[in-house]
């Protein structure tokens, strides 16, 4: 119980608030009493200017009263009250290991993930990168043929899906057909909401962490992105395996 007293500390003023302490504690628990106490007196000299009082090595001074003779200075634990003790002592040792093994999970899970994600960057890049090299090599090859057969897959999926624009004055209306063209050797992509073409080192998409991340991501596009591959696999005889895995768009095929 922490006990305040406000105004001049006085006898008489001691003796009231230890008294009025003493009701509480029996009002909340009969039979229990007081023992010992740290009581913080705050002095001030006659100009009204706040005293610090020191021992004679400058610490604060303290003034230990203490037990009178024959009696004791707290009450013996009763071995009821000890096993109450022990109790929660057991209960917080047992809350104290959950919490270190729930912390240990969660440390090693996270860990685990981390693992997992360096390993899934790891096969991104390696599948983008490889991506890269055979859009270059079949550009280099046949440049128109590569050009007008991923049009033709992006026609025949707008033809089929029917992409509405979602938002906007031409909200309902029918996506543009983006188109595919050849700038300086390199693929480039135009959309009608772009001002200018974008080049890209492959028609899948780019590399954003662990994910080779398509241009647009609704199903139009993404039906289009598979049949990229399609018209890869048709040029160059076989695609090559790293190119596959959970890095790919969503929906795209392992065949």
Do not use: C
Request: no cysteine.
């Amino acid at each position: 119980m922490r006990l305040k007293i406000k105004g001049e500390i006085t006898q008489e003023q001691l003796a009231k608030a230890l008294d009025e302490a003493v009701k509480v504690l029996e009002s909340l628990q009969p039979g229990a009493k007081f023992y010992g106490a740290n009581l913080y007196l705050t002095p001030y000299d006659t100009d009204g200017d706040l005293l610090t009082i020191v021992d004679e090595r400058h610490h604060p001074l303290v003034l230990e009263i203490t037990a009178q003779s024959g009696t004791i200075a707290k009450p013996a634990l009763t071995a009821e009250a000890q096993q109450r003790r022990d109790a929660v002592r057991e209960a917080k040792r047992q809350r104290a290991n959950q919490l270190a093994e729930r912390d240990r999970q969660e440390l090693a899970e996270y860990n685990r993930k981390r693992q997992v994600q360096a390993v899934q960057i790891t096969k991104a890049q390696i599948a983008f990168g490889a991506l890269n090299k055979l859009t270059s090599k079949l550009l280099a090859s046949e440049p128109q043929v590569l050009v007008d057969g991923f049009n033709e897959a992006i026609r025949v999926s707008w033809h089929s899906h029917e992409p509405k624009e979602p938002h906007g004055p031409r909200k309902g209306e029918l996506k543009p057909l983006p188109k595919f063209s050849i700038v300086d050797g390199k693929l480039s992509l135009f959309a009608a909401s772009w001002k200018n073409p974008r080049l890209l080192l492959n028609p899948i998409g780019n590399l954003n962490s662990n994910l080779i991340a398509p241009v647009w991501t609704h199903d139009a596009w993404l039906v289009a992105v598979d049949s990229f591959l399609r018209v890869m696999r048709d040029m160059g005889g076989t695609l090559p395996e790293e190119i596959f895995g959970d890095h790919l768009p969503k929906g795209i095929a392992a065949d």
